[in-house]
Nanobody, 123 residues
């Protein structure tokens, strides 16, 4: 069974940076597309970024394009999201997810989800 464990979330000031990590276990990591999603208080969960199994292809939400970078290290079974120039509206619980068929921005296609890590950006 696949398990995903996120880490790295914390309180940060606006304009600051954070790197979130998600460790994958239970199957062959390099067979899975990976994604990051987030859910702010009172809002639905939304897409942030996704990366193909090889790391060669990425897609970003417009709201984070140019500020966030998704990457993966298949030797460490880990996917990252580097978040720069953070804004208060980036405050949310961030989830990583694994897709065993492909990668993309559709939540319903992801097969496994982590428990989330809280990111709070103060103004």
């Amino acid at each position: 069974q696949v398990q995903l464990v996120e880490s790295g979330g914390r309180l940060v000031q606006a304009g600051g940076s954070l790197r979130l990590s998600c460790v994958f276990s239970g199957r062959s990591f390099n067979h899975y597309g990976m994604g990051w999603f987030r859910q702010a208080p009172g809002k639905e969960r939304e897409f942030v970024a996704t990366i193909s199994w090889s790391g060669g292809s990425t897609i970003y939400a417009d709201s984070v394009k140019g500020r966030f970078t998704i990457s993966r290290d298949n030797a460490k079974n880990t996917v990252y999201v580097q978040m720069n120039r953070l804004k208060p509206e980036d405050t949310a619980v961030y989830y990583c997810a694994a897709d065993e068929r492909t990668y993309g921005d559709r939540q319903e296609f992801y097969d496994y989800w982590g428990q989330g890590t809280q990111v709070t950006v103060s103004s």
